[in-house]
């Protein structure tokens, strides 16, 4: 009944925080893709909205350790993995199916960013669930301690390559015709996005060998546990930042 108690102010949470930067944008969470203006607003939307997940991860996991008063927070945080997972999965992507006619198998063949952004929904949904476990002390010694690692790892290799072929890309062809992306000549925006994303990878390198070390024991300080919290609240805050 506890543990019930928890889910449903997690997600009453959640829907909460997800409602935030639909205010804040005063827009829809889906809005059409017709121009590049229009493309670059929806791609900055997305990154302000995974941060804002971050940003209450990081704030939530780190009142769940500061006090006994709140440590139910430790059962509610891993929910905000699970949220925005399941909007990359669905929503992050308005040619891909529900909200386009391209299938996710058709997305996989000729749309990378797409098939990129489900494979984040998918490590989102598993690191949510694991750590929801990990909170009901559910996890084995293994898992506890390498399940976030290898996944946190892949997801910040992955930006590495990253593809964006969105607003940047629309700018660069209209301002050298005839070029093409293949042609590897950046624009000026096309560079400051993989700036981002370069920034974003390291942060999140940051996060990763924080928990572990955390999780593991590895460090037997008490201010250890709090330092991952701290580091995922300032990649929360670089999303919240980027702009395109």
């Given at each position: 009944?506890?543990?019930r108690?928890y889910?449903?102010l997690?997600?009453?949470?959640?829907?909460?925080?997800?409602?935030?930067?639909a205010?804040v944008?005063?827009?829809?969470l889906h809005?059409?893709?017709?121009?590049p203006?229009?493309?670059?607003?929806?791609?900055e939307?997305?990154h302000?909205?995974?941060g804002?997940f971050?940003?209450?991860?990081?704030i939530?996991?780190f009142?769940?350790?500061a006090t006994k008063k709140?440590?139910f927070?430790?059962?509610v945080w891993?929910?905000?993995?699970?949220?925005?997972g399941?909007?990359l999965?669905?929503?992050?992507?308005?040619?891909?199916w529900?909200?386009?006619?391209?299938?996710w198998l058709q997305?996989a063949?000729?749309?990378?960013e797409a098939?990129q952004?489900k494979?984040?929904?998918a490590?989102?949904?598993?690191?949510?669930?694991l750590e929801?476990q990990r909170?009901r002390?559910r996890?084995?010694?293994f898992?506890?301690?390498w399940s976030?690692?290898?996944?946190a790892?892949?997801g910040?290799v992955l930006?590495?390559?990253?593809?964006?072929?969105g607003?940047?890309?629309?700018?660069?062809?209209h301002?050298m015709?005839?070029?093409?992306?293949?042609?590897?000549?950046?624009s000026?925006?096309?560079?400051k996005?993989?700036?981002e994303?370069?920034?974003f990878?390291?942060v999140?390198?940051?996060?990763?060998?924080?928990?572990?070390?955390?999780?593991?024991n590895?460090?037997k300080r008490a201010?250890v546990?709090?330092l991952?919290?701290?580091?995922?609240s300032?990649?929360?805050i670089?999303?919240?930042l980027y702009?395109?």
């Amino acid at each position: 009944m506890e543990i019930r108690r928890y889910a449903v102010l997690a997600f009453l949470c959640s829907i909460a925080v997800l409602a935030v930067p639909a205010i804040v944008h005063s827009q829809p969470l889906h809005i059409p893709i017709e121009t590049p203006e229009q493309d670059r607003a929806f791609s900055e939307f997305n990154h302000h909205l995974a941060g804002f997940f971050l940003l209450a991860i990081g704030i939530f996991a780190f009142l769940s350790r500061a006090t006994k008063k709140l440590s139910f927070l430790g059962t509610v945080w891993p929910f905000f993995f699970i949220l925005p997972g399941m909007y990359l999965a669905f929503m992050s992507d308005p040619d891909v199916w529900p909200m386009g006619t391209q299938s996710w198998l058709q997305a996989a063949e000729v749309n990378p960013e797409a098939a990129q952004h489900k494979i984040y929904a998918a490590l989102l949904l598993a690191l949510g669930v694991l750590e929801f476990q990990r909170s009901r002390r559910r996890l084995g010694k293994f898992l506890a301690t390498w399940s976030f690692p290898v996944l946190a790892i892949f997801g910040a290799v992955l930006l590495f390559f990253h593809q964006h072929h969105g607003a940047a890309g629309e700018e660069m062809m209209h301002t050298m015709p005839g070029m093409n992306l293949s042609d590897h000549i950046m624009s000026g925006s096309m560079m400051k996005i993989q700036k981002e994303h370069f920034w974003f990878s390291m942060v999140g390198f940051g996060v990763t060998l924080l928990k572990f070390l955390a999780d593991g024991n590895f460090w037997k300080r008490a201010f250890v546990p709090y330092l991952w919290p701290v580091c995922m609240s300032a990649l929360g805050i670089l999303l919240l930042l980027y702009a395109e």
